[in-house]
Protein backbone atom coordinates (compact mmCIF):
# COMPACT_ATOMS: atom_id res chain seq x y z
CA UNK A 1 0.00 0.00 0.00
CA UNK A 2 1.42 3.44 -0.68
CA UNK A 3 1.67 5.82 1.69
CA UNK A 4 -0.67 8.42 0.46
CA UNK A 5 -3.00 5.43 1.33
CA UNK A 6 -2.09 4.74 4.80
CA UNK A 7 -3.73 7.85 6.01
CA UNK A 8 -7.38 7.42 5.06
CA UNK A 9 -9.46 4.77 7.38
CA UNK A 10 -11.79 2.20 4.77
CA UNK A 11 -14.78 0.64 6.95
CA UNK A 12 -15.19 -3.37 6.66
CA UNK A 13 -18.81 -2.85 6.06
CA UNK A 14 -19.96 0.41 4.72
CA UNK A 15 -23.43 -0.12 7.05
CA UNK A 16 -21.43 -0.90 10.38
CA UNK A 17 -22.83 0.88 13.33
CA UNK A 18 -20.99 3.54 15.10
CA UNK A 19 -18.25 2.16 17.42
CA UNK A 20 -17.06 3.49 21.18
CA UNK A 21 -13.77 1.17 21.53
CA UNK A 22 -14.70 -2.08 21.55
CA UNK A 23 -18.49 -1.73 21.45
CA UNK A 24 -21.55 -0.53 19.75
CA UNK A 25 -23.25 2.83 20.73
CA UNK A 26 -26.23 1.06 21.96
CA UNK A 27 -24.03 -1.41 24.25
CA UNK A 28 -22.06 1.28 25.20
CA UNK A 29 -25.15 3.46 26.33
CA UNK A 30 -27.01 0.72 27.91
CA UNK A 31 -23.84 -0.38 29.71
CA UNK A 32 -23.34 3.74 31.28
CA UNK A 33 -27.02 3.56 32.17
CA UNK A 34 -26.32 0.59 34.09
CA UNK A 35 -23.42 2.12 36.23
CA UNK A 36 -24.86 5.55 36.97
CA UNK A 37 -27.81 3.53 37.88
CA UNK A 38 -25.64 1.82 40.19
CA UNK A 39 -23.80 5.08 41.31
CA UNK A 40 -26.98 6.31 41.97
CA UNK A 41 -28.02 2.94 43.93
CA UNK A 42 -25.02 3.20 45.58
CA UNK A 43 -26.10 6.12 47.41
CA UNK A 44 -29.11 4.60 49.20
CA UNK A 45 -28.34 0.63 49.64
CA UNK A 46 -24.37 0.71 49.80
CA UNK A 47 -21.73 -1.21 47.80
CA UNK A 48 -24.64 -3.48 46.40
CA UNK A 49 -26.05 -0.97 44.43
CA UNK A 50 -22.94 -0.13 42.09
CA UNK A 51 -22.89 -3.76 42.26
CA UNK A 52 -26.05 -4.49 40.63
CA UNK A 53 -25.74 -1.69 38.35
CA UNK A 54 -22.07 -3.47 36.91
CA UNK A 55 -24.07 -7.10 36.93
CA UNK A 56 -26.82 -4.67 35.63
CA UNK A 57 -24.43 -3.10 32.26
CA UNK A 58 -22.48 -6.43 31.56
CA UNK A 59 -26.11 -8.35 31.03
CA UNK A 60 -27.35 -5.53 28.77
CA UNK A 61 -23.52 -5.82 26.67
CA UNK A 62 -23.66 -9.23 26.83
CA UNK A 63 -27.61 -9.79 25.71
CA UNK A 64 -27.04 -7.48 22.63
CA UNK A 65 -23.67 -9.54 22.12
CA UNK A 66 -25.84 -12.40 21.50
CA UNK A 67 -28.66 -11.37 19.74
CA UNK A 68 -26.65 -10.01 16.99
CA UNK A 69 -24.21 -12.84 16.99
CA UNK A 70 -27.69 -14.79 16.54
CA UNK A 71 -29.62 -12.49 14.25
CA UNK A 72 -27.08 -10.05 12.88
CA UNK A 73 -26.61 -6.12 13.60
CA UNK A 74 -29.42 -3.89 13.45
CA UNK A 75 -31.96 -5.94 15.77
CA UNK A 76 -32.61 -2.96 17.89
CA UNK A 77 -33.23 -0.76 15.20
CA UNK A 78 -35.43 -2.90 13.24
CA UNK A 79 -37.61 -4.24 16.87
CA UNK A 80 -38.07 -0.18 16.86
CA UNK A 81 -38.97 0.28 13.50
CA UNK A 82 -41.59 -2.42 13.78
CA UNK A 83 -43.19 -2.22 17.41
CA UNK A 84 -42.63 1.59 17.37
CA UNK A 85 -43.38 2.98 13.83
CA UNK A 86 -44.32 6.43 14.69
CA UNK A 87 -40.40 6.35 16.17
CA UNK A 88 -39.17 6.43 12.91
CA UNK A 89 -37.65 9.34 11.38
CA UNK A 90 -37.99 9.19 7.34
CA UNK A 91 -35.34 11.14 5.90
CA UNK A 92 -37.13 11.20 2.53
CA UNK A 93 -40.51 12.71 3.76
CA UNK A 94 -43.57 13.62 1.86
CA UNK A 95 -46.43 15.28 2.39
CA UNK A 96 -49.81 14.30 2.07
CA UNK A 97 -51.07 14.46 -1.55
CA UNK A 98 -53.38 16.80 -0.72
CA UNK A 99 -50.12 19.24 -0.07
CA UNK A 100 -47.51 18.49 -3.05
CA UNK A 101 -47.20 20.79 -6.14
CA UNK A 102 -44.90 19.65 -9.41
CA UNK A 103 -43.85 22.05 -10.84
CA UNK A 104 -41.74 21.62 -14.22
Same mark, same amino acid.
Given at each position: #???? #???????? @???????????????? =????????????? !?????? !????????? =????????? =???????? /?????????? /????? @?????????? #??????
Amino acid at each position: #MSQD #MEQYYIPS @KLDAPWRFGPLTLDQF =AGGLVGLLGGVVL !MNFVGP !MGFVSGLVL =ACGWIGFLA =AVRARDGG /FVIANFFYWV /FPSFH @KNPYFLPPSH #MRNFWG
